[in-house]
Nanobody, 121 residues
Framework: QVQLVESGGGLVQGGGSLRLSCAAS????????MGWFRQAPGKEREFVAA????????LYADSVKGRFTISRDNAKNTASLQMNSLKPEDTGVYYC??????????????WGQGTQVTVSS
């Protein structure tokens, strides 16, 4: 059974940083992409970032380019999202995803339960 477990969420002041981690178990995702989506209250889940197993291919939402960095450790079967210069509009539940590609939620096979990120103004 595949499990994705996120950690690292919390409350941070605007301009601050947080680092989210996603630990995968049940299968190895070294040949698959892993990514992050987020969902703000009352809004649809939206794409944030994704990265393939090879270092050369990443995808970011325009709203986070230059501020967020996705990385992964294939040996540990984990993915991370370093978030800098956080803004109140970055607030939401952040979900780890794997086994797909693209900016649509329908393009991904596996999802974690999510971790809350709250950015105060």
């Amino acid at each position: 059974q595949v499990q994705l477990v996120e950690s690292g969420g919390g409350l941070v002041q605007g301009g601050g940083s947080l680092r989210l981690s996603c630990a995968a178990s049940g299968r190895t995702f070294s040949s698959d992409a892993m990514g992050w989506f987020r969902q703000a209250p009352g809004k649809e889940r939206e794409f944030v970032a994704a990265r393939t197993w090879s270092d050369g291919n990443t995808l970011y939402a325009d709203s986070v380019k230059g501020r967020f960095t996705i990385s992964r450790d294939n040996a540990k079967n984990t993915a991370s999202l370093q978030m800098n210069s956080l803004k109140p509009e970055d607030t939401g539940v952040y979900y780890c995803t794997a086994g797909g590609w693209g900016t649509s939620v329908w393009g991904w096979d596996y999802w974690g339960q999510g971790t809350q990120v709250t950015v105060s103004s």
